[in-house]
């Protein structure tokens, strides 16, 4: 029987909308389609047992978003009570009875005296109406106020907190729906409120509907003397009104109750112990007062003596609760400093690493605060999120906070704490550089701009119009940095992945193809093999979106060889579209520099296996004349706006491009099997050595 009862509810908390929705339902039918006296009875007990449920729960709620479907259950209890008096008002003058809870209700209550049993009535409806009610829609609606005014600074909060790091993407996307909730709730019970004015305003009127039909239909339908028939149907009309007034009082307390909570993590009871009970002085001072007041003349003393000592009583007692928790706290203080018991977990945070990191000197804080006009938080972010779609590496958060230790306009660019770039930047200037034949030489502060190093100028707002004109490139201070910060975090991508950050690309992969992992790791490579792979390709610039076809090409591969310098050429050979889509323009050429025939030979003879991969060793003279060369075509290609790129053999590509890390990381290099078919490949100069 316990099994079988679980199970219908579990089964009934499966289909509840539909339960709802059937329960809704009932309540109009309720209305229209007369039912017995028993069947109300019932009724009535639902009601005020489902109303004691909700006030209770308002006082169990930490925050009023745990209860938000407050609003929209207040008009269903609400339309529920209402049918309930239809009902009621319906037996009451069809057939002068109503069932025993109304009668129980309206004998109790009433005591023979009609005249007690009505203004008690009218009470409870004063009090819901005119005490609870309006202070309740007062609350929610400030509260809706206040909450829509404190919107954009709470998103700005959320955004800072997310762009400095301190909370990661879901968590600020939690928070951004927490805050909507919040002032869809108080705008919600700002109306519902209404709901409830408007049933006190019904009950009322109910209840005189019911004396004035009674006395109407017992005395004229059915030749009842005046008084039985005040008799019979009195008792009944304040017996109904009171069974639906005392659920309506509950509701409405409980709404004022959930409007008036401040947010915190603790019941109202803890709230009220722990903030009523906190200063027992003023629980003695009290209780000495009313001492005092029970000696006046003609006042009786024992009711004020009894209060007296027993808040005397309570206040020594928590008094000395007090005294005892603040000795054990001086004690456990005395004994960590005594122990150190500090430990080395409260260190933790001194020797952790941020990945990277924005240090800002002072007059470059403006750029964060958006009340002065500064939107470097967004533009950070959205550098991040332009990298992930470019790259297809989502970078964690970018720290950024103030260095006083930095000139004023400066700032530092660090990964893993050690600096990879700097520069200076003056806010309320731009930065002017110029691309080649201005009309006009134009005044300004002469600088470099940091991510390109190119000869530019700071120059006031005023001259930027004119800038333009005389055909300067001119960008705003903010842009400067974001550009910086862009190209250091695309020349260092290589080092932003870990095996955490590979991890979560594969297992994203697994979502939708599982096979293609399942075969590969690990029982053919390991997450740490797969990262180096995808480092070679994060070195070059190369994107890594396309997972899927970097993980089949090594399944497909691995067996034949486990040296990860050839399962980089494997996998760019598949991604040969991917690389030739950053150099070929529109008109589907592929500008590119070739070597020497006899140099690529030189280069494929002088290959060496390292632990680290394949270099060719050549002569230091040789290496020189390479890179002099090189140097010189570069400088052509960069004077035609061409991207440098160094088209060779796929057996010497990665040794070669090896050679030419350091000295000119910004050159591509490319194999024969890397060019897609049906493109224009013009070669616009030979490196010799």
């Known amino acids: 029987m316990s099994v079988f009862n679980k199970e219908l509810v579990r089964k009934a908390l499966k289909h509840s909308d539909i339960l709802v929705a059937l329960a809704i339902v009932s309540i109009i039918v309720i209305i229209i389609v007369p039912i017995p006296a028993f069947l109300l009875d019932l009724l009535l007990v639902l009601s005020i047992t489902f109303s004691l449920v909700v006030f209770l729960l308002t006082m169990f709620t930490t925050e009023t978003l745990q209860f938000s479907v407050f609003p ?14 239809v009902s009621s008002t319906r037996l009451i003058l069809r057939d002068a009875m109503a069932g025993e809870v109304i009668n129980a209700f309206g004998n109790f209550v009433v005591g023979g005296n009609y005249v007690v049993g009505f203004v008690v009535f009218i009470i409870i409806t004063v009090i819901q109406f005119v005490v609870i009610t309006n202070g309740a829609g007062r609350v929610a609606e400030v509260g809706a106020r206040f909450t829509l005014d404190a919107m954009p600074g709470k998103q700005m909060s959320i955004d800072a907190d997310y762009s400095s790091g301190l909370i990661d993407e879901d968590t ?48 004229i339908q059915l030749g009842l003397p005046i008084e039985e028939a005040v008799q019979v149907y009195a008792i009944l009309t304040i017996g109904d009104g009171l069974v639906s007034q005392i659920p309506a009082l509950l509701i409405s307390t409980a709404s004022g109750i959930l409007v008036t909570r401040s947010a915190n993590d603790r019941s109202l009871g803890d709230d009220l112990s722990s903030q009523l009970l ?38 020594y007692l928590l008094q000395s609760e007090k005294n005892q928790q603040k000795s054990q706290e001086e004690v456990d203080t005395a004994r960590k400093a005594v122990e150190g018991s500090e430990g080395p977990e409260d260190f933790l945070p001194l020797v952790s690493i941020e990945l990277l ?9 403006p750029l964060t605060e958006k009340k002065e006009g500064g939107d470097l938080l967004e533009r950070v972010t959205a550098a991040r999120r332009q990298f992930a779609l470019d790259m297809g590496l989502v970078l964690q958060p970018i720290r950024m906070r103030d260095n006083l230790q930095l000139p004023p306009f400066g700032y530092v660019i660090k990964l893993k704490g050690n600096t990879i770039g700097s520069g200076e930047i003056r806010t309320g200037h731009f930065l002017a550089m110029d691309p080649g034949g201005v009309e006009k030489e134009i005044e300004g502060i002469p600088t470099k701009e940091p991510a390109f190093g190119l000869d530019a100028l700071w120059i006031s707002a005023e001259n930027k119009d004119v800038a333009e004109m005389s055909g300067y490139t001119v960008v705003d201070a903010a842009t400067v940095l974001i550009t910086h910060l862009t190209e250091i975090i695309k020349s260092h991508a290589h080092e932003l992945l870990g095996r955490q950050e590979v991890k979560v690309l594969v297992d994203m992969v697994k979502e939708n193809n599982s096979a293609v992992v399942e075969e590969l790791i690990p029982n053919m490579m390991s997450i740490g093999e797969v990262q180096k792979i995808l480092q070679n390709f994060l070195l070059e610039r190369v994107p890594v979106k396309d997972m899927v076809t970097i993980l089949e090409t090594l399944a497909n591969h691995v067996s034949s060889s486990k040296d990860l310098d050839y399962l980089t050429e494997m996998v760019r050979q598949s991604m040969s579209r991917t690389i030739c889509s950053q150099f070929v323009g529109d008109e589907k050429k592929l500008h590119v520099l070739t070597l020497d025939t006899e140099l690529e030979q030189v280069i494929a003879n002088s290959l060496q296996q390292s632990p680290q991969g394949t270099y060719p060793v050549i002569k230091p003279e ?26 060779v053999s796929p057996r010497i590509r990665l040794p070669f491009r090896r050679l030419l890390e350091r000295g000119f990381p910004q050159v591509s290099v490319m194999s024969f099997n890397e060019v897609v078919p049906g493109i224009d490949v013009q070669v616009v100069g030979v490196v010799k050595g």
């Open 72 to 85: 929209t259950l207040l008009l269903v209890v609400t339309l529920f009570r209402l049918s309930l008096n």
């Open 172 to 219: 600020a996307r939690t928070r951004r729906k927490t805050i909507q909730q919040e002032a869809d709730f108080y705008g919600s019970m700002d109306g519902a409120s209404k709901f409830v004015k408007g049933d006190a305003i019904a009950g009322i009127i109910i209840v005189l509907i019911n004396v004035l039909g009674g006395l109407a239909i017992g005395v």
């Open 622 to 647: 040789k290496t020189q004349n390479i890179l002099k060369s090189l140097s010189e075509h570069v400088e052509t290609m960069a004077v035609k706006g061409l991207n440098p790129l160094i088209l």
């Open 357 to 365: 990191e924005l240090e800002l000197g002072y007059n470059l804080l």
């Open 278 to 315: 906190g200063f027992p002085k003023v629980i003695a001072i009290a209780s000495a007062f009313i001492l005092i007041l029970g000696f006046i003349p003609n006042i009786p003393f024992w009711p004020f003596f009894v209060l007296s000592v027993g808040s005397g009583y309570a206040a």
